[in-house]
């Protein structure tokens, strides 16, 4: 059974999930733009995609580089939703699994951080 929210109230549990990330590592994110999609046309299961240079890979060729994209699809995490407070789980598990992307962290440590 997925759950019905609007995209104000989705918008706002994004940025309720990027408040989580400590001030420290926050402060090193740079160049990145967070946006929500209602699904992926490739894997409409897909429920966030990080797009760009990981942190760990940039080098001094890095300048002038188009924005890296984090990508929450919404649609996808309602559907798998049963209420609110799972919304909320979720989405703070997808923004913080993408975020960790940005910082070079791959899928299996993040699944070993439980972050999976």
């Known amino acids: 059974m997925s759950v019905t929210m609007s995209e104000n109230r989705f918008e706002e549990l994004v940025g309720d999930a990027l408040d989580l990330i400590?001030?420290?590592l926050a402060r090193a994110i740079d160049n990145v733009v967070i946006l929500?999609?209602?699904r992926n046309s490739e894997d409409p299961r897909l429920l966030g995609l990080y797009h760009g240079i990981a942190l760990t890979e940039r080098d001094s060729h890095y300048g002038g580089a188009l924005p890296d994209t984090v990508t929450i699809y919404r649609d996808a995490i309602?559907?798998?939703c049963d209420d609110e407070s799972r919304v909320v789980e979720e989405v703070a598990i997808t923004v913080?699994?993408?975020i960790a992307h940005y910082f070079g962290i791959d899928e299996d440590?993040?699944?070993q951080l439980g972050w999976g």
């Open 22 to 24: 400590p001030q420290e």
């Open 36 to 38: 929500i999609e209602p």
């Open 78 to 80: 309602l559907e798998i």
């Open 96 to 98: 913080i699994h993408e």
């Open 109 to 111: 440590r993040l699944h």
